[in-house]
Structure formats: C-alpha cells, structure tokens
C-alpha cells in the first residue's frame, strides 16, 4: 500500500513533465546498495525529471531530480540540492547523484535498467 500511495504521490507533480522524452520510462535499479525503481518523464525538447518510487529497506532514500537530456547524458539537480549525472546506453541509465540520505548530503552510484 506505501509503494501505491508514494507511486501516486509522485505521478502527480511528474505528470506536468509527460511529453514523450527520449527516456520516459519506467526503470529498476541499483542504487548504492539497495535496489529499486525510478520514473522518468521528459519533454521532446530534453526537459526531464525522475523520481524515486519504491526502494525497499531504504526509507531515506526518496525524493526527485529535474533536468535535461543532451546527446545521450540526462543531468541535473536532485531535490535536495546535490548533482545528478547519468549516461544513456540503450534502454540503460549508468551514473551517479547526491542525495540526501539519514541527513547527510552522499553521492551514491546508480545503475537502472528500463522495465517499461
């Protein structure tokens, strides 16, 4: 039911961003230790944002990054205010983000897979 209620939560806000990007999508992936899910949504024009759906046994990990697609890189800021830069391989996203995690600003790497 949290995965539910926090998917919906985070649909909403994301939901201005729908617009047929390069990388929307649907994405599980490893993050730091823990693995996960993220949705990403973009605008033709490279606009895009992601956001954390469900890591499981990791409550502090959350929240969402806004920015842009160049070429094959989607970088930008995350709502905590730490950096985010991934590279785009296929339907794969490789990189790393600082995010705020137990109240410490940590840089952890990412590795997702697109699942939809």
């Known amino acids: 039911m949290k995965r539910l209620l926090l998917s919906a939560a985070l649909a909403a806000p994301l939901a201005c961003f ?6 929307d999508g ?7 230790p823990k693995t996960g899910a993220i949705a990403v949504v973009g ?3 490279g606009r895009a944002a992601f956001g954390v759906v469900a890591l499981e046994d990791y409550q502090d990990l959350n929240g969402y990054g806004l920015g842009q697609v160049v070429g094959s890189t989607f970088s ?11 590279t785009i391989s296929g ?3 490789v990189g ?17 897979s697109k699942i939809y």
Do not use: E, K, W
């Open 18 to 23: 729908a617009g047929g990007g390069v990388i």
């Open 76 to 86: 930008g800021t995350t709502n905590s205010g730490g950096s985010f830069n991934m």
């Open 91 to 93: 339907t794969n996203l």
């Open 96 to 112: 790393t983000a600082q995010l705020r995690v137990g109240g410490q600003m940590t840089t952890v790497s990412a590795s997702c």
């Open 26 to 32: 649907a994405y599980q992936c490893v993050v730091g």
């Open 43 to 45: 605008y033709p024009d």
